[in-house]
Nanobody, 121 residues
Framework: QVQLVESGGGLVQPGGSLRLSCAAS????????MSWFRQAPGKERELVAT??????????NYADSVKGRSTISRDNAKNILYLQMDSLQPEDTALYYC????????????WGQGTQVTVSS
C-alpha cells in the first residue's frame, strides 16, 4: 500500500522557517521523481519544487515564488522527502502536498494528504 505522509507544518511568523517532511512507503522511493505542491484557499494547486530520483542538488527545480528561500532534498536510505522553507511570508500560507511520480509504461502518480502551513503574525 502506497503511503505519503507529510509532517512539519504549522503556524509561523513572517520571516520564520519550517522544515516539511514526507515519509514514503509502499513503493520504490529512490526511483521516483519527488515534488512538493501547495494549494492556498481559492487557488489552484501549484508546483513548489521538484527533485530527481538520485537527489543531487543539481537535479532540483523551484517555482520562482520560492526560489532562493526553499531547499528540496531527499534521503533515499530513509525514504523521506524534505522541504526547508526560510523567510516565510503570508503568501506562503497553503496546504503543502508531497507527490511521487514515475513513468514506466504508464504514469504512476501518488499524493499525500497534505500538511498545513500558516504564516501570520
Amino acid at each position: 500500500q502506497v503511503q505519503l505522509v507529510e509532517s512539519g507544518g504549522g503556524l509561523v511568523q513572517p520571516g520564520g522557517s519550517l522544515r516539511l517532511s514526507c515519509a514514503a512507503s509502499g513503493f520504490t522511493f529512490s526511483s521516483y521523481v519527488m515534488s512538493w505542491f501547495r494549494q492556498a484557499p481559492g487557488k489552484e494547486r501549484e508546483l513548489v519544487a521538484t527533485i530527481g530520483s538520485a537527489g543531487g542538488s543539481g537535479d532540483t527545480n523551484y517555482a520562482d515564488s520560492v526560489k532562493g528561500r526553499s531547499t528540496i532534498s531527499r534521503d533515499n536510505a530513509k525514504n523521506i522527502l524534505y522541504l526547508q522553507m526560510d523567510s516565510l511570508q503570508p503568501e506562503d500560507t497553503a496546504l503543502y502536498y508531497c507527490n511521487a511520480r514515475q513513468y514506466r509504461s504508464r504514469w504512476y502518480n501518488y499524493w499525500g494528504q497534505g500538511t498545513q502551513v500558516t504564516v501570520s503574525s
